[in-house]
């Protein structure tokens, strides 16, 4: 994980599939563009795009030019597109690419993204076999890592027939993420934090991934997917497995990801009576009308996929027994949010009693992903005055205020690492399927839908988990 100088990856093509797609268009396109700048593409090696439009070269250059000057973070100079474009190249799918691919790649080494549905992994593997394309041939893939665990150990079967699991990249954009990264850094760089991490002091945890737009026009999409597929399994367990796992021995990233596999590996089962599954209908969010799910193309009127889902469970660890860890995720909700917050113990006495200090509200530590991405504390301090009056005051860490520059997108952070050939932030087969496995029993038995309105907190059934305390309210400012 740690970097201190960014290193240029060997030869090797890069071959999109899906090239014309919206993630293309809207990430990898422009993620690649900005590697290129900074001179971190391989000093040889195409960037070969395949999908099913018809295009040529010159096609899928234009179609770049535009992702770029849409999407790109730094926006668009056209001397340094022209540069980038170079390395540009189209291969129409229409029918099996393999042997014109075959033709176009001349390195030995490559590495092949598939930004395609899963239901095209297997045929797209199966024509790379057969074009002689997998020798030599590293893959990346996109979640979903299957719909649940037997159909995810189905798709690493079928992914280890044609690349062993060190070729294999499984991203989670999550871990591309600055403050994601950061979560290591503030826990294993600091004797402080390393001392109060653990259930002596931290009395529960809640981790939300809240997002204030809808569904939009991924409806007919999102249909087979719902909020438990989409973030609780992977966005959400990750940062869970951060939050939680033990000091790896070394950066090296096969101890990194033990570290995360042990914590994934002991969540107790999900209980379906700990879950809220919720569906928003129509409201106003940030003053804007917001349609309900059921009322989007391609979602059936009386849909129960779930946009957000909440639950409670327990990390049978050395470190976590006991501590209950609360998780949700939702579309359409009152604000944008990514944060975890720790909840410490109450003080042993209450000293104060007697002097007008009713309760002392417990410390918090809360590690805000994003947006206005920091860290604070919060602890109580004495109001100034001729009597005893206490106070909620807070320390806190801005990655604006702190650091002038502008943090790279994930998915560079993301694609230059496949392109080394570090695995560090990508998901590893055993992790997929032990978070799989822990909510297996969820997906055996989903409890029943319960409505919020668009620009809501949620369903107020979530607040039924909490053992003690509540919610931290949406509304608020996450520093509050
Ligand atoms: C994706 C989900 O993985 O993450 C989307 O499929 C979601 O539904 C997105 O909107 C959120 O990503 P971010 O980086 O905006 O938090």
């Known amino acids: 994980m740690p970097r201190r100088t960014l290193r240029v990856p060997p030869d090797q093509d890069l071959v999109v599939f899906g090239a014309t797609g919206d993630l293309a268009r809207r990430k990898l396109l422009p993620a690649l563009y900005e590697l290129s700048i900074q001179g971190l593409l391989p000093r040889r090696g195409e960037v070969v795009g395949t999908a099913t439009r018809e295009l040529d070269d010159a096609g899928f250059r234009a179609f770049a030019h535009d992702a770029v000057a849409e999407f790109a973070r730094t ?62 041939s590293s893959i990346i893939i996109e979640k979903p ?114 570290e995360k596999v042990k914590v994934l590996q002991s969540i107790r089962p999900v209980a379906p009576t700990e879950v809220v599954r919720g569906q928003y209908t129509r409201g106003s969010v940030n003053g804007k009308m917001m349609p309900g799910y059921r009322e989007l193309d391609g979602v059936s009127p009386d849909s ?31 604000t944008r949010r990514t944060e975890i917050m720790l909840f410490c113990r109450d003080v042993p006495l209450h000293l104060f009693e007697g002097t007008g200090i009713e309760a002392l509200q417990p410390n918090r530590v809360t590690i805000r ?66 978070a799989w496995k822990a909510l297996q029993p969820v997906l055996d038995d989903m409890p029943a839908i319960k409505l919020y309105s668009a620009g809501s907190e949620g369903p107020p059934e979530a607040q039924n988990l909490m053992l003690t305390g509540s919610w931290h309210t949406l509304g608020h400012h996450s520093q509050d």
């Open 145 to 258: 890592f299957g719909h649940d665990l037997s159909s995810a150990r189905q798709l690493n079967q079928a992914l280890h027939r044609n690349v062993p699991e060190e070729r294999i990249y499984r991203i989670d954009h999550y871990l591309g993420k600055e403050t994601v990264q950061n979560l290591l850094v503030f826990r294993f760089g600091n004797t402080l934090v390393e001392r109060i991490w653990n259930r002596d002091v931290v009395s529960h945890v809640q981790l939300t991934v809240a997002e204030d737009i809808g569904v939009e026009n991924r409806g007919h999409l999102y249909e087979e997917t719902g909020a438990l597929r989409d973030i609780m399994q992977n966005h959400l367990f990750q940062l869970l497995a951060l939050t939680c796992m033990s000091p790896p021995s070394s950066f090296d990233p096969e101890a990194l990801r033990d």
């Open 369 to 434: 992903i994003q947006p206005d991405e920091g860290i604070s504390f919060s602890f109580v301090a004495k109001e100034p005055g001729p009597v005893v009056v206490e106070q909620g005051v807070r320390m806190d860490f801005s990655y604006g205020q702190s650091f002038r520059t502008e943090p790279a997108e994930a998915y560079e952070r993301l694609l230059h690492d496949a392109l080394l050939g570090d695995h560090t932030l990508f998901i590893r087969q055993d992790e997929t399927e032990y």
């Open 304 to 334: 129960t996929t779930e946009t957000y889902i909440a639950l409670r469970l327990a990390v049978d660890s050395w470190d976590w027994a006991g501590v209950p860890f609360y998780l949700r995720c939702g579309k359409a909700l009152v």
């Open 75 to 136: 926006g668009i100079d056209e001397d340094a597109f022209a540069t980038f474009a170079k390395r540009l190249r189209y291969v129409p799918a229409v029918t099996d690419p393999g042997p014109k691919l075959a033709r176009v790649l001349r390195l030995p080494r490559r590495i092949v993204y598939l930004a395609v549905p899963p239901s095209s992994f297997a045929p797209i593997l199966q024509q790379l076999k057969e074009s002689g394309l997998s020798r030599g």
